[in-house]
């Protein structure tokens, strides 16, 4: 009698084990967001944020904006607000922490852009770090919400002068100040910095290859930037001279001194990059060599193709989902999308001000495919076809598009095809263009 009730406890026990599993894994989300613009769709009834299956929201927190004063913090800030209505709709915020608008103490005010503050010190001390204040604003604001900050990030791209003021040596200061006060607050947070952007990296790759083979680099140089906002040189000769410019020089100097001493202190290492996938592995690969394999995260995944392109669209959805697909396959820690039209840049967005476009829903279908966490990943590429498999806790994605040509794929009987807008494909057999078909089996 004991056995048999000792063997229907048991069973109760395993099955009660694996509804829990069951339904806590429906619950996951994976490293995937966007940023807090998002919300304007929001606001304006075009979408509902709760179904998206979004994990995180960027959002940027300026000094200036809480403390506009030494002796006065704004508890209810606009900005605070907007990260209590994130965290009440269960998504995790990562924030962009800038010294920002604190015109009290910066030692360069500017309207826009951040700047170690005047009481920046030389050397470091065991208990704020290189600057009083700067600790005491970050542990406060941190300490508000030690629980729903996953990872925190330093400032927004140190090397380009609209956003950072200071030199590199200063930046390295101001994160080692911020790394204690968050620590202080709480040890489990990770910190993360500015991030380097595309250009940045590109720059980078490009001086490496430069070293070995000219002509390679030059080559890389011209893929790498197709679609560059900037004006860039077109011949040989006019790269050379592009790349003993000073500012070129004095910009692949000061990143390299970045790298060097971040990947010391960081907990996560930050990029950005908009330039074509194919290369994306490439890129990851070069910081993961850089940085001694640190953990990464991209706080800016994005698309360029500038204006006028044909099918603008559709080939940056295409192009999202595939660097998507990369940034998973990698491990990184936080993916974040960026959801912003910026002409200027030759950034395609999520839309405008007054809906969303093509490749809004191109992001939907991401997050709802695949934004939860894998168990196992394989690549199946051949040398036609791109194929990347993704097993979850109920169900299994493989993500496939053409290297090369018109490859003709059969479906299982128990796989489905959806298009990279979300559409169901009926057809059993499809053509694998560029375009990323998504092949689900069970029961997503």
Known sequence: MRRRQKAASSVRTLFLFILFIFFHSQS????????????HYQ???????????????RIGICWGDIQPQKDKFLYNASVLKKIRGCIKKGIKIIPVIRTAKAYWILKYPDKGASSPPQDLEENYNEAYG???????????????????????????????KKFWKGTAEEYVRLFITAKKAIKDANPQIKVAD???????????????????????AFKFYKKYFRYAYFSHPHSFREWKEFMRKPRIKKHIKDACYLIGKLKEEADIFNFHYYEAPELFPVLINFIKKKTGRKPLMCNELGVRYPLGIPLREEKASFDLVKKCVIAKASRLKAIIIFPYYNNNHNIVGLGDKNSPNEVFYTFKTIMRLMNYPFDIYRNLSTQKLERHLFVF???SLEIIWSREGNVGFRRDRDSRFFDYQGRK???????????PIFVVKGRR
């Open 393 to 395: 806790s109920n169900f």
């Open 43 to 57: 606001k304006k009834g075009l979408i509902n944020i709760e179904n998206l299956n979004i994990s995180f929201i």
């Open 28 to 39: 996951l989300r994976g490293e995937m967001g966007t940023f807090y613009g998002i919300f």
């Open 130 to 160: 290189y600057s009083k204040s700067y600790y005491e604003f970050v542990k406060k604001l941190v300490t508000l919400f030690k629980d729903d900050f996953p990872i925190v990030v330093i400032e927004n791209e140190v090397l380009a």
């Open 425 to 435: 494909i009926e057809e059993e057999e499809v053509v694998i263009k560029e375009e």
């Open 194 to 216: 500015s991030g380097l952007a595309s250009f940045s990296w590109g720059l980078l790759m490009v001086d490496e290859l430069r070293r070995k083979d000219e002509e390679e």
